[in-house]
C-alpha cells in the first residue's frame, strides 16, 4: 500500500460566517439571510461577491444538514440522531425556502448580472430562474413532511433481519449466500429473505401511497398536472426529455434484453438445470466458491486504495485521506441504513463515503462506485461557488460508473487468482448490461406511477409486474413467486426517497462504457478527458461536459448496440 505522506485538507477560512457558527436554531442564521437580502449591489465585482457570501453560506448549511443525515443512516436505531435529522428539515429548512426564493429574485434582477461572465453561470443562471418558476410557499410543509416521511424507508428497511445458523443478520449479508454453491442453501435463504420482507409490504405500500399523494399535491401546487413533469423540471433536466427517456426503454428492451436472454440460457447449460430460478443467478455458475476480494472493510480500504493509486496517484490519495479523517463507514451492521452512497461535503470538499460491505465482489463494485463519486468531490472543491460543485446525477454517476470498469484493469490487488480475476471481469461486465434492463423498469414504472397518483395498491403491483416482465429474461422461472415479482419494486431506495433519480445511472453506465472503450485504447488520454470533464463541475451542459470526457450523451438504439456490442467483444476475450 502506499505510504506517502497524507495532507488532511482543512475548511477554507469564512469570510461571511463566523467560524464557530452552530446551528441550533434558525435565529442562530438568518441574520446572514437577512444581510444578503438587504445589502446593496452597485457593481459586478459586488454582484460577484454577494454570490461567494450565499455560497459559504449554503455550503455550511449543506455540509450541517449532510453530518445530521450521515450519522442517522450510520445508527437508526438512535432515536436522537434522528430527531436531530428532523429538526434541521422542520425547524431549518422551511425557513431557507422563502429567502432562498428572495435571494433569487434578487440575483435575476440585478442589472449587472448581464456583465458576469456568462460561459462561467449560464448554467447557474438558468437553474435560478428555474427555480423561481417552481417556487410556491405552500409547497414547503408539504417538501418538509415528505423529506420526513421518506426516511422512514431507512428505518423501516434497517430493522429487517433473518435469522441463519442461529445468528441474526441483515438482508444485505443474507443477499451474499445467494453464491453460495449450495443450491438448497440458496433457496432456504432466498425464501427467508422474501418471507422478511413479506412482513414489510403493506407498510411500505402505505407509506408510498402518502409519498405519491404529497408529490401530486406539490405538482398541483405548482401548476403541472402530474409530479413526473414537476420533477423534470426540478431536476432541472434541460438536456432531454420525457419522451427520451421513453426513447431509452425501448432501446435498452430491444437491444440489452436479447443479451440477457443468451446469457441466461447458456447459464442454465452450463449448471445442468432443468429450471432456472431467482436463486440460481448470482451463483459461479461452475459451482465455484464465491468470489472474496477483501475479508474485512480495512482490507477493502487498503486495497481500493492501491488499485486508485494504480490508476492514478492523486486518486489513491483521496480515498487515503478519507480514511485517515474517518470519512468511511463501510462495514454492513444491524440498524444501519441500506445502501451505499458519497456524501459531498461542500465546505471541507472532503466527501463521505456509507456502505455495507460484507465481503462480496458487488461490495467491491459499490467501493470503487463511491470511489468515482469522491474523485469528482475532491477536483471540484476548488471551484468559487457551491452550485457548480453540485452536479446533475447524470454527470456525477458518470464519474462513479466509469471507475467501476477503468478500475477493473487493476483488480489484481483484490484477485490473486487469475481465474478469479476473469471471473471478477466477466461478473461486472455481465451485470453492467443486466443493470440497465432493471433501471430502465424502474424508471419506466415510475412514469407510470405519477401519470396515475390516484391508482390502487393493487393497480400499483399490477404494473410493476407489467413493467418487469418487459425488462426480465424469460429464461428465469418464477412460479409460485408472483408475490415476490410483484412486490419486487419495493427493494429500491430511490423510489421512495428521491423518485425520477434512477435512470440517469442507465445513460450514466452508457457513457461509463465509452470511457471505458476510450480507456482500453489510450489509458492516459482517456483519464485527462474522463478528469477535466469532471473539473468542469456543472459549469456547461451535460452534453458538453460528456463531449469533454470524449464520449456522447446518446441512448439512441443504434448507440446502445454499439456499446454492447463492444461488451460483448470484451467478454468474449475473457
Known amino acids: 500500500m502506499n505510504t506517502k505522506q497524507v495532507v488532511i485538507p482543512s475548511k477554507p477560512i469564512r469570510h461571511f460566517l463566523p467560524q464557530d457558527l452552530v446551528i441550533d436554531s434558525w435565529k442562530r442564521i438568518e441574520s446572514f439571510f437577512i444581510n ?15 454570490l461567494f457570501d450565499r455560497s459559504e453560506l449554503e455550503a455550511v448549511l449543506s455540509e450541517d444538514f449532510a453530518w445530521r443525515y450521515i450519522k442517522m443512516t450510520c445508527d437508526t436505531a438512535d432515536q436522537e440522531l434522528t430527531e436531530s435529522y428532523n ?5 431549518i429548512d422551511p425557513h431557507i425556502s422563502p429567502y432562498s426564493n428572495k435571494l433569487n429574485i434578487k440575483f435575476v434582477e440585478s442589472p449587472f448580472l448581464k456583465e458576469l461572465d456568462q460561459e462561467q453561470y449560464h448554467i447557474y443562471i438558468r437553474g435560478v430562474k428555474k427555480a423561481l418558476e417552481l417556487y410556491r410557499e405552500k409547497n414547503i410543509p408539504l417538501h418538509t413532511k415528505i423529506g420526513i416521511e421518506s426516511q422512514k424507508y431507512g428505518a423501516i428497511s434497517a430493522a429487517m433481519t433473518i435469522e441463519w445458523e442461529g445468528k441474526e443478520i441483515t438482508l444485505q449479508m443474507a443477499s451474499s449466500l445467494m453464491k453460495d454453491v449450495n443450491r438448497k442453501t440458496r433457496e432456504e435463504v432466498y425464501q427467508k429473505i422474501q418471507k422478511r420482507r413479506t412482513l414489510e409490504t403493506a407498510a411500505l405500500n402505505e407509506l408510498f401511497s402518502e409519498l405519491i399523494q ?35 426503454h425501448e432501446s435498452i428492451a430491444k437491444e440489452i434484453l436479447p443479451l440477457a436472454e443468451a446469457s441466461d440460457k447458456e447459464r442454465k447449460k452450463i449448471m445442468k438445470l432443468d429450471i432456472l430460478k431467482p436463486w440460481d443467478m448470482d451463483v459461479d455458475v461452475e459451482g465455484k466458491p464465491a468470489l472474496k476480494p477483501f475479508s474485512t472493510a480495512e482490507e477493502l480500504t487498503d486495497r481500493s486504495i492501491d488499485c486508485f493509486n494504480k490508476i492514478r496517484p492523486d486518486f489513491g490519495s483521496y480515498l487515503e485521506i478519507m480514511k485517515t479523517m474517518g470519512y468511511l463507514d463501510l462495514d454492513s451492521r444491524i440498524g444501519k441504513a441500506p445502501g451505499g452512497y458519497n456524501y459531498p461535503l461542500y465546505e471541507i470538499g472532503v466527501p463521505f463515503i456509507f456502505m455495507n460491505s460484507v465481503g462480496t465482489h458487488r461490495d467491491l463494485v459499490t467501493m470503487v462506485h463511491e470511489g468515482g463519486h469522491a474523485i469528482h468531490s475532491f477536483v471540484t472543491r476548488d471551484l468559487p461557488i457551491t452550485d457548480f460543485k453540485s452536479t446533475p446525477s447524470e454527470v456525477a454517476e458518470l464519474a462513479s460508473m466509469s471507475m467501476e470498469l477503468i478500475s477493473m484493469e487493476h483488480w489484481d490487488v483484490f484477485f490473486k487468482n487469475e481465474d478469479d480475476l476473469k471471473r471478477a471481469k466477466k461478473e461486472q461486465l455481465d451485470k453492467s448490461l ?47 413467486l408472483e408475490d415476490v415479482r410483484e ?61 469533454t ?26
Not at 87 to 91: H, Q, R
Not at 444 to 458: G, L, T
Not at 466 to 480: C, H, L, R
Not at 565 to 572: R, T
Request: net charge negative.
Open 87 to 91: 429538526f434541521f428539515v422542520s425547524e
Open 434 to 480: 443486466k443493470t440497465l434492463l432493471w433501471i430502465a423498469a424502474v424508471d419506466k414504472f415510475q412514469h407510470w406511477i405519477y401519470e396515475n397518483p390516484d391508482h390502487s395498491v393493487e393497480d400499483r403491483m399490477k404494473s410493476w409486474k407489467a413493467v418487469i416482465g418487459q425488462f426480465t429474461s424469460k429464461e428465469v422461472d418464477y412460479t409460485d
Open 549 to 574: 470526457a470524449g464520449i456522447e450523451f446518446n441512448f439512441s438504439q443504434a448507440y446502445v448496440k454499439e456499446l454492447a456490442d463492444f461488451v460483448k467483444s470484451e467478454l468474449s476475450k475473457l
Open 214 to 248: 404529497l408529490r401530486h399535491q406539490v405538482a398541483i401546487n405548482a401548476g403541472f398536472k402530474n409530479y413526473r413533469d414537476y420533477k423534470f423540471e426540478e431536476l432541472g433536466r434541460f438536456d432531454y426529455s420525457v419522451k427520451d427517456c421513453f426513447n431509452f
Open 487 to 547: 412486490r419486487g419494486w419495493q427493494s429500491q431506495l430511490h423510489i421512495f426517497e428521491v423518485p425520477f433519480y434512477y435512470i440517469e445511472y442507465g445513460m450514466a453506465q452508457l457513457g461509463a462504457i465509452a470511457v471505458w472503450r476510450n480507456y482500453k485504447n489510450d489509458p492516459e488520454k482517456a483519464l485527462n478527458d474522463y478528469e477535466a470533464a469532471l473539473r468542469l463541475g456543472y459549469t456547461r451542459s451535460i452534453p458538453e461536459i460528456y463531449k
Open 36 to 50: 444578503l437580502s438587504d445589502r446593496n449591489i452597485s457593481s459586478v465585482k459586488e454582484l460577484e461577491q454577494w
